[in-house]
């Protein structure tokens, strides 16, 4: 690739009727959220509101999702990127206060994936209105399923749509960072994900005569504080690891010593080796302390996404284009987060960036974590992410393959 900065002219102006109207999806989806794998009706109302703009060949992807490719008429060039945006919500009750807060009971958009959809349709049609003033190709790719599997992402690269990009881009609205700055850095930004269901098996008993019994409670309390002890006491601390239980699940009688108790879990980890290691200890810390109690445990790992890996060159791309845009004072050069995304699969695939728009702004209550009830998201800095992928996408088709075919 070449230098970006060269090649980058110029502040993106987006048409405020784009930006309105970017806005009024937003809420929208905001309002109506649907969780991952039933993104029926959000895709359905993407897919209206791109065909009003005047784009055609709009097409439904992994399962509930869309892609458009916007050409560009200006000049010959053979280049496509992609842009990702999710568009899946959570299952948390929404307690955030806002005007368009959800009406599906339940069901909230509290990790901003409303606002990367918005971003990416204001994308599409400011580059569909002005197809002539650049060559190549954009692929907006509005994802689903994105927060549980099975994963949109993985489907994206499973039905080739990645297959003729050179490269792919997305962006996370990011509630730790000040309102309107970029933050992005090259190597590891998220981590793998993995999930693990464990069912401890003892004997249930009277709980007045709990030596006649083995209490599953009692040994699955002994698993949940050991795996603990795999990060905090075998893992170096600049080794990226994170184990969570996440669910304890057991009993149903006061006067009943559980004989059955089923735990759930997540593993985040930042390479290969410390991936497989925390797969072993944790099998091995589960058996032996089952073993121990003289109860038996039977655990399944589920391998999820790996880790969003930035390429070098793609990170200077969104660093030259969000300086452009908001100045290189907020153009911030920060470490990755302990999250994971399967933007992974596709950082796997192609060349690829993940960047982090700021939203923390303490006047409009936007100050609560990613997945929290009454997570908000500062709508002015919607803007800034928007030009920084229009920025990145024309500069981008513009410069030479290094390599041509």
Request: charged share 25%.
């Amino acid at each position: 690739m070449s230098n970006p900065e060269s090649a980058n002219a110029g502040t993106i102006k987006i048409d405020a009727g784009i930006l309105d109207r970017m806005i009024e999806v937003r809420r929208h989806l905001h309002r109506n959220p649907e969780l991952s794998n039933h993104e029926a009706n959000t895709q359905r109302y993407l897919r209206q509101m791109l065909a009003g703009q005047g784009i055609a060949d709009i097409r439904d992807v992994a399962g509930f999702g869309l892609a458009v490719d916007i050409v560009g008429t200006g000049k010959p060039s053979n280049r496509k990127l992609a842009i990702r945006a999710d568009i899946d919500a959570l299952p948390i009750e929404e307690e955030s206060g806002v005007d368009y807060a959800s009406i599906n009971p339940g069901v909230m958009h509290a990790c901003g994936h409303d606002a990367h959809a918005s971003m990416a349709f204001a994308v599409a049609a400011h580059l569909h209105r002005s197809r002539d003033e650049f060559g190549g190709t954009v692929r907006l790719i509005f994802q689903p399923a994105e927060e549980d599997e099975p994963s949109g992402g993985r489907r994206v690269v499973e039905e080739g749509l990645l297959d003729d990009i050179d490269a792919a881009i997305c962006v996370h609205v990011d509630p730790y960072t000040q309102s309107g700055k970029i933050a992005v850095s090259p190597g590891p930004y998220t981590l793998a994900c993995d999930t693990f269901d464990a069912l401890v098996t003892g004997e249930a008993a009277h709980a007045a005569k709990p030596y006649e019994g083995i209490d599953a409670i009692a040994v699955a309390c002994s698993m949940v504080s050991e795996l603990q002890k795999i990060v905090s006491r075998e893992i170096d601390p600049y080794d990226p690891l994170v184990i969570s239980v996440t669910g304890i699940n057991g009993g149903s009688a006061y006067n009943v010593i559980a004989g059955k108790v089923a735990l759930k879990g997540t593993i985040r980890s930042g390479s290969d080796a410390t991936r497989e290691r925390a797969w072993r200890r944790v099998r091995a810390i589960l058996e032996g302390i089952a073993a121990s109690h003289g109860a038996s445990v039977q655990l399944d790992i589920h391998k999820g996404e790996p880790g969003v890996v930035n390429d070098v060159e793609m990170t200077e791309l969104i660093v030259a284009s969000a300086r452009t845009c908001v100045g290189a004072d907020n153009v911030l050069n920060t470490a990755g987060w302990t999250i994971a995304d399967d933007f992974g699969y596709y950082s796997e695939k192609r060349p690829s960036v993940y960047f982090r728009l700021g939203i923390r702004n303490e006047d409009v209550g936007s100050v609560f974590p990613l997945h929290h009830s009454r997570f908000r998201v500062d709508e002015a800095a919607l803007k800034v992410g928007a030009a920084t992928l229009v920025s990145a996408a024309t500069t981008f088709l513009s410069m030479p393959r290094d390599n041509p075919d």
